[in-house]
T-cell receptor
Framework: GENVEQHPSTLSVQEGDSAVIKCTYS??????FPWYKQELGKGPQLIID???NVGEKKDQRIAVTLNKTAKHFSLHITETQPEDSAVYFC???????????WGAGTKLIIKP | KAGVTQTPRYLIKTRGQQVTLSCSPI?????VSWYQQTPGQGLQFLFE???????NKGNFPGRFSGRQFSNSRSEMNVSTLELGDSALYLC???????????????FGSGTRLTVV
């Protein structure tokens, strides 16, 4: 079955620097790749997503890139701020009738 | 618009008891998924309901069950509680959103279950 690997498990960056989290998926039929942010005491929140017909998508300081050949996708956060500190999860899916397959999560720490 | 509502937020139960958690999805969403989250274990998929039918199921024992009503509200039940069932239980609804082309989930804030 589908498997999603996420790295690193913990990432510590200086405020203002960029952060990159990478995920690799195994099922080439996957076509939807969302990223979620989970703050302490809250449920995960969708922050950006990308479909397989697009190579890159940006939303202000956040961007996601997808390499279908290599079967990996990455979350890029630029100009990190203290409020970016959270756990980030990637996921992959073959479509709306299929469940999301989740990465194990990355704890992002922004150092002041 | 209203988000996903989970009740109760916190719950303390004794080993051997059973518990029922409730989830009200976003209006118009017909899919409800349940997850168990424990420290260091990420998001473990329990099951998904779509139009009152279980569509997908994760690898959890039969003590974990769920159902969905005609208004898309969902409940999950855990019988014969064990200490290891202590976790945050998250519900997520999904459906095609008119405002954006996405099938992404919207999560509730979860129910924190403690088994003592």
């Amino acid at each position: 079955g589908e498997n999603v690997e996420q790295h690193p498990s913990t990432l510590s960056v200086q405020e203002g620097d960029s952060a990159v989290i990478k995920c690799t998926y195994s099922d080439s039929a996957s076509n939807y790749f969302p990223w979620y942010k989970q703050e302490l005491g809250k449920g995960p929140q969708l922050i950006i997503d990308i479909r397989s017909n697009v190579g890159e998508k940006k939303d202000q300081r956040i961007a996601v890139t997808l390499n279908k050949t290599a079967k990996h996708f990455s979350l890029h956060i630029t100009e990190t701020q203290p409020e970016d500190s959270a756990v980030y999860f990637c996921a992959a899916s073959k479509g709306s009738n299929y469940q999301l397959i989740w990465g194990a999560g990355t704890k992002l720490i922004i150092k002041p | 618009k209203a988000g996903v509502t989970q009740t109760p937020r916190y719950l303390i139960k004794t080993r051997g008891q059973q518990v029922t958690l409730s989830c009200s999805p976003i209006s118009g969403h017909r899919s409800v998924s349940w997850y168990q989250q424990t420290p260091g274990q990420g998001l473990q998929f329990l099951f998904e309901y779509f139009s009152e039918t279980q569509r997908n199921k994760g690898n959890f024992p039969g003590r974990f069950s769920g159902r969905q009503f005609s208004n898309s509200r969902s409940e999950m039940n855990v019988s014969t509680l064990e200490l290891g069932d202590s976790a945050l239980y998250l519900c997520a609804s999904s459906g095609k959103d008119r405002d954006r082309e996405t099938y992404g989930y919207t999560f509730g804030s979860g129910t924190r279950l403690t088994v003592v």
